[in-house]
């Protein structure tokens, strides 16, 4: 049989895994020369592209002197550690990057803690050693520092540093030697990563990691072999997280082979395989023999802690753009995503026509509208909010570590930011190169719509980073926006004469000659409390042709609110209306005055 190696790319979002494996697939033969590739081949679904992140954890495999390397690409970014957790679960060994100048972030915490707890075999790779800022020593002794930090064993603190440049596809064992390929880290990996075990002749036991569709084949299993032999054509059994039994048949078994799936009659322990044949199947399910059925336990993913309901469009200008528009749509496609995105839940709420979709993070649900947008869904979502729990008879809530990287002259800025959201100080860097870095205990949240403002504060100097970490008391209130929304008051088209003299009391989200309802939200009004404002006003007729004198107003440039940023700036009272062409920003009760009604009783009490 041949040799292998299995193992996942980990590191903090940005820090070069897609590209690595890019240059480790071209270095071992696993395009023809010449043959044009995208970059970061393996980000390829159309928000990964557009957005330059990996969102889905994916296979590839290269060979390299006769051994066949699984190599699992993880998502960086926070939201997506459930993929990361289940790719850890395929692998022996992780490839640790961490970028020569940043160092290790919050999620090359988290990731490292993930592979140390499933004691996996570790090589530090210290990536991007060509930037001019790369601090290649200081930054080893950090990683050092957090893997004693996670309580690593001894034999975890020995693990191998390969330093490299991924993008030009260079690797060595000391920073200044010189360079030709990525040698040294395919020796590292198979001197370092062990062997796969399991035996192919025992009963055969897979665990179920991931799922992907394919429109021929439908629905694919994607896992690893542990023990025995899995063939094509084979009666097997399926063990059900709950302990209960089904039975199906592979029709068809395929093996990763460079970026492809490459069909194969059987594959044995150890081994990556996708298979077809069951109509429904579920990550963290074993298949095993139809025989002997024995389960693996199942897998473990974090809780998510944030959640947002959606609702069917309700707007005036609902089912105009949309194909799919009614609750049994939106139902029927938020099933769909459970199946495959084990880190999302979903509840039902009080109303037949709501949804409350729960995740990790803005980012994870807001991929999730972005891809049903696309697909055609009109949908209406709520304000993020977290998820709290009882821990021994007390309420509790989600907090989240952030570390804030800023020049000095914003320390108290921040320090009184953060206080404000209930965060507390717990650690302070001083760099003395102008620059601090601070890490503070928030309640997640404090945090929502917290990106914006801190980049704006800081004069976009900042970078911040943020993670979960537990679940601890609830703190009390938490002041949100303390401005208002401008609200259209009726019905009509944006004029340039209208927004001009509106832009003095606030910011506007539309321009002009765009279609408004009553109670949709055109602005933050530059005050606390909102106000009804007339985005429709023409300038009264004179003379003069009312558009020329329209022309000579010139309007401040806008500001689009992205999905995200709509999510995050929206109240309690407020909707985002998602629609495949549009995101409007809403008032939950659209009629002014039933709205002023509502409210009075509240202000009263
Ligand atoms: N200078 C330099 N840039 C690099 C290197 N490796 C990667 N990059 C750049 O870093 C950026 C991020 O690279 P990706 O490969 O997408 O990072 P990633 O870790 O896959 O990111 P996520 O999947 O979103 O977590 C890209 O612009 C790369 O070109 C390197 O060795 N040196
Ligand atoms: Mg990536």
Same mark, same amino acid.
């Given at each position: 049989?041949?040799?292998?190696?299995?193992?996942?790319?980990?590191?903090?979002?940005?820090?070069?895994?897609?590209?690595?494996?890019?240059?480790?697939?071209?270095?071992?033969?696993?395009?023809?020369?010449?043959?044009?590739?995208?970059?970061?081949?393996?980000?390829?679904?159309?928000?990964?592209?557009?957005?330059?992140?990996?969102?889905?954890?994916?296979?590839?495999?290269?060979?390299?002197?006769?051994?066949?390397?699984?190599?699992?690409?993880?998502?960086?970014?926070?939201?997506?550690?459930?993929?990361?957790?289940?790719?850890?679960?395929?692998?022996?060994?992780? /490839?640790?990057?961490?970028?020569?100048?940043?160092?290790?972030?919050?999620?090359?915490?988290?990731?490292? $803690?993930?592979?140390?707890?499933? *004691? +996996?075999?570790?090589?530090?790779?210290?990536?991007?050693?060509?930037?001019?800022?790369?601090?290649?020593?200081?930054? /080893?002794?950090?990683?050092?520092?957090?893997?004693?930090?996670?309580?690593? #064993?001894?034999?975890?603190?020995?693990?191998?540093?390969?330093?490299?440049?991924? $993008?030009?596809?260079?690797?060595?064992?000391?920073?200044?030697?010189?360079?030709?390929?990525?040698?040294?880290?395919?020796?590292?990996?198979? *001197?370092?990563?062990?062997?796969?075990?399991?035996?192919?002749?025992?009963?055969?036991?897979?665990?179920?990691?991931?799922?992907?569709?394919?429109?021929?084949?439908?629905?694919?299993?994607?896992?690893?072999?542990?023990?025995?032999?899995?063939?094509?054509?084979?009666?097997?059994?399926?063990?059900?997280?709950?302990?209960?039994?089904?039975?199906? *048949?592979? #029709?068809? +078994?395929?093996?990763?082979?460079?970026?492809?799936?490459?069909?194969?009659?059987?594959?044995?322990?150890?081994?990556?395989?996708?298979?077809?044949?069951?109509?429904?199947?579920?990550?963290?399910?074993?298949?095993?023999?139809?025989?002997?059925?024995?389960?693996?336990?199942?897998?473990?993913?974090?809780?998510?802690?944030?959640?947002? !309901?959606?609702?069917?469009?309700?707007?005036?200008?609902?089912?105009?753009?949309?194909?799919?528009?009614?609750?049994?749509?939106? *139902?029927?496609?938020?099933?769909?995503?459970?199946?495959?995105?084990?880190? +999302?839940?979903?509840?039902? #709420?009080?109303?037949?026509?709501?949804?409350?979709?729960?995740?990790?993070?803005?980012?994870?649900?807001?991929?999730?509208?972005?891809?049903?947008?696309?697909?055609?869904?009109?949908?209406?979502?709520?304000?993020?909010?977290?998820?709290?729990?009882?821990?021994?008879?007390?309420?509790?809530?989600?907090?989240? /570590?952030?570390?804030?990287?800023?020049?000095?002259?914003?320390?108290?800025?921040?320090?009184?930011?953060?206080?404000?959201?209930?965060?507390?100080? !717990?650690?302070?860097?001083?760099?003395?190169?102008?620059?601090?870095?601070?890490?503070?205990?928030?309640?997640?949240?404090?945090?929502?719509?917290?990106?914006?403002?801190?980049?704006?504060?800081?004069?976009?100097?900042?970078?911040?980073?943020?993670?979960?970490?537990?679940?601890?008391?609830?703190?009390?209130?938490?002041? $949100?926006?303390?401005?208002?929304?401008?609200?259209?008051?009726?019905?009509?088209?944006?004029?340039?004469?209208?927004?001009?003299?509106?832009?003095? $009391?606030?910011? /506007?989200?539309?321009?002009?000659?765009?279609?408004?309802?009553?109670?949709?939200?055109?602005?933050?009004?530059?005050?606390?409390?909102?106000?009804?404002?007339?985005?429709?006003?023409?300038?009264?007729?004179?003379?003069?042709?009312?558009?020329?004198?329209?022309?000579?107003?010139?309007?401040?440039?806008?500001?689009?609110?992205?999905?995200?940023?709509?999510?995050?700036?929206?109240?309690?009272?407020?909707?985002?209306?998602?629609?495949?062409?549009?995101?409007?920003?809403?008032?939950?009760?659209?009629?002014?005055?039933?709205?002023?009604?509502?409210?009075?009783?509240?202000?009263?009490?």
């Amino acid at each position: 049989m041949n040799q292998l190696r299995n193992i996942a790319i980990i590191a903090h979002v940005d820090h070069g895994k897609t590209t690595l494996v890019d240059t480790l697939l071209r270095q071992a033969g696993g395009f023809r020369e010449n043959q044009e590739i995208a970059e970061r081949v393996m980000d390829s679904n159309d928000l990964e592209r557009e957005r330059g992140i990996t969102i889905l954890a994916k296979n590839a495999a290269v060979r390299y002197k006769g051994t066949k390397i699984n190599i699992c690409d993880t998502p960086g970014h926070a939201d997506f550690g459930g993929e990361v957790e289940r790719a850890l679960s395929m692998v022996d060994g992780v /490839l640790l990057l961490v970028d020569a100048s940043e160092g290790p972030l919050p999620q090359t915490r988290y990731v490292l $803690r993930k592979a140390l707890e499933k *004691k +996996l075999a570790p090589i530090v790779v210290i990536n991007k050693i060509d930037r001019k800022d790369a601090r290649i020593q200081e930054v /080893l002794n950090a990683v050092y520092d957090l893997f004693i930090d996670l309580d690593a #064993t001894e034999a975890q603190l020995d693990f191998p540093v390969i330093y490299a440049n991924a $993008r030009a596809g260079l690797a060595g064992l000391t920073p200044d030697e010189e360079m030709k390929d990525l040698g040294p880290l395919f020796d590292a990996i198979i *001197k370092t990563v062990p062997e796969p075990g399991g035996d192919p002749t025992k009963v055969l036991q897979m665990l179920i990691a991931n799922l992907d569709y394919s429109d021929y084949l439908g629905r694919l299993a994607i896992g690893r072999v542990f023990e025995g032999t899995v063939k094509t054509g084979e009666n097997v059994a399926l063990v059900r997280r709950d302990g209960t039994i089904a039975t199906a *048949k592979i #029709t068809k +078994l395929f093996t990763f082979e460079e970026i492809h799936r490459l069909e194969c009659e059987e594959a044995h322990a150890g081994d990556i395989v996708a298979l077809a044949g069951f109509s429904e199947v579920n990550i963290g399910e074993t298949v095993t023999s139809a025989v002997d059925p024995q389960g693996l336990p199942p897998l473990h993913i974090d809780e998510p802690t944030l959640s947002m !309901v959606f609702s069917i469009n309700t707007s005036p200008m609902a089912g105009r753009e949309g194909k799919y528009v009614t609750s049994r749509h939106i *139902k029927d496609r938020l099933d769909k995503e459970l199946l495959t995105n084990v880190a +999302l839940k979903m509840e039902p #709420t009080e109303s037949a026509d709501s949804f409350k979709v729960i995740g990790r993070g803005e980012l994870q649900v807001a991929i999730l509208i972005e891809n049903m947008r696309r697909e055609g869904f009109e949908l209406a979502v709520s304000n993020p909010d977290v998820v709290t729990r009882m821990v021994d008879g007390v309420r509790c809530e989600p907090f989240e /570590l952030v570390s804030i990287d800023i020049p000095e002259t914003f320390t108290g800025v921040m320090m009184e930011k953060m206080a404000l959201r209930r965060g507390e100080m !717990v650690k302070m860097v001083n760099h003395g190169s102008g620059r601090v870095l601070l890490d503070f205990m928030v309640p997640t949240r404090g945090l929502i719509g917290i990106r914006t403002e801190v980049l704006t504060d800081t004069r976009g100097t900042a970078v911040m980073n943020r993670l979960f970490d537990s679940f601890r008391p609830w703190v009390g209130d938490i002041s $949100r926006r303390t401005k208002g929304s401008l609200v259209a008051d009726r019905v009509g088209d944006t004029t340039t004469f209208a927004l001009f003299h509106l832009e003095e $009391r606030g910011e /506007l989200f539309l321009g002009a000659g765009e279609k408004v309802y009553e109670g949709m939200v055109v602005g933050e009004n530059a005050r606390a409390g909102d106000m009804d404002v007339n985005v429709t006003k023409a300038k009264k007729l004179t003379n003069m042709r009312a558009s020329s004198a329209d022309d000579a107003l010139r309007l401040t440039p806008h500001r689009q609110l992205t999905l995200e940023q709509a999510l995050e700036f929206i109240s309690t009272d407020e909707l985002v209306e998602v629609t495949p062409q549009s995101i409007r920003l809403r008032k939950r009760i659209l009629p002014s005055e039933d709205r002023y009604k509502k409210m009075r009783p509240l202000e009263a009490s």
